[in-house]
C-alpha cells in the first residue's frame, strides 16, 4: 500500500492551487539577489513561515542551488516539531509527501541508513500537521529536478544527536541538507532587530549553543553547525529580516535568516 503524506498547510501558507503556486515561487526566486559564490552549498537554513512573510528570504538560499539543479538526488530535511512533542528525531511512515506540485518519494535506502541510530523513531503524527518541513517542499520542487526525501523533525534531541545521523546521511555532492528554522518571535521590532543579529552572529561564528529563544529550530541548526565544523564547511549570510519588514506589524515580530554552508577552501 502506497501512503502519501497529505499537504497541511497548503491553502494559509502558501498556495494550494498549484498554477498559483509555481508562478509564486517562479516571482520569489527570480526577485532573489544573485549569490556571488559559485560553489554549491551543501546546506542552507531557510525559514518557514508563511510566504508572504519570509519566502523572500528563503528564495535567496533556494536560488543558490540552481547548479545543483540536476546533481542533488537526496535531500535531508530537519525542521522542529510544532504541535507534537517528541523525544529524538521523527521519520515519517509515509512513502511519499505531497504538495499542490506533486508527489515526493521518501527515500528508504537513505532512511534505513539512521533507523538503527536510537534517537531515530517513526512519528506519523510528528508529520501530519508539521509545517516546517512542509513549506520547504514546493520550494526544492521548483529548483531541483528529480530527487528523493529523508524528512526528519526534530523534537527533544542533543546537538550531537542530529549531528550523528547527519554524519551517517551526509553523502556526497548528490546530497544536500535543509535546515528548517525561525529567528527570534514576537518581540518588539527593535528588540528582534539585536536579539537576531546576535543569533546571526553565532551562527557565523559556528557556536552550536542556539536556545529556542534565538531560534526555533536551534536544534537541528546546533546539530548542522557541529556536523559543520567537522567537514570543514563554513556559513554565509545570505539575508536577515522580520515580519515587520514583510508583511507583519512591527509591535510582535518574527525574525528570519537564511545561510548557506561551503566547503571552506583553506580547509579543501
Not at 105 to 121: F, G, P, R, V
Request: net charge negative; charged share 20%.
Amino acid at each position: 500500500m502506497h501512503f502519501i503524506r497529505q499537504p497541511a498547510v497548503a491553502g494559509t501558507f502558501y498556495s494550494a492551487n498549484s498554477e498559483v503556486l509555481a508562478n509564486d515561487i517562479k516571482s520569489l526566486l527570480e526577485w532573489a539577489p544573485s549569490v556571488t559564490e559559485h560553489t554549491l552549498p551543501k546546506a542552507i537554513i531557510v525559514p518557514h513561515a508563511g510566504y508572504i512573510y519570509s519566502g523572500q528570504t528563503a528564495a535567496i538560499a533556494y536560488s543558490c542551488l540552481a547548479a545543483g539543479r540536476k546533481t542533488i538526488k537526496r535531500v535531508i530535511l530537519l525542521g522542529p516539531v510544532h504541535r507534537v512533542p517528541i523525544r529524538g528525531l521523527a521519520l515519517s511512515n509515509a512513502d511519499a509527501f505531497l504538495t499542490p506540485l506533486g508527489e515526493i518519494e521518501l527515500d528508504k535506502a537513505a532512511i534505513t541508513s539512521i533507523a538503527h541510530l536510537e534517537q531515530i523513531i517513526v512519528s506519523p503524527a510528528a508529520h501530519a500537521q508539521e509545517h516546517s518541513l512542509e513549506v520547504q517542499l514546493p520550494f526544492l520542487q521548483s529548483v531541483l529536478d528529480d530527487f528523493k526525501l529523508v524528512p526528519l523533525a526534530v523534537g527533544d534531541a542533543t546537538p550531537v544527536e542530529v549531528a550523528e545521523a547527519l554524519d551517517v546521511l551526509w553523502g556526497g555532492p548528490e546530497t544536500l541538507i535543509v535546515i528548517s528554522s525561525d529567528l527570534s518571535h514576537f518581540l518588539p521590532y527593535d528588540i528582534a532587530q539585536k536579539v537576531d543579529s546576535e543569533t546571526v552572529q553565532n551562527i557565523l561564528d559556528m557556536k552550536d549553543e542556539l536556545t529556542h529563544h534565538q531560534a526555533c529550530g536551534g536544534t537541528p541548526v546546533n546539530g548542522l553547525i557541529l556536523a559543520a565544523r567537522r567537514h570543514h564547511l563554513k556559513p554565509k549570510l545570505l539575508n536577515l529580516c522580520n515580519s515587520g519588514d514583510t508583511a507583519g506589524d512591527k509591535n510582535r515580530v518574527v525574525g528570519y535568516a537564511s545561510f548557506m554552508f561551503i566547503e571552506d577552501s583553506g580547509n579543501a
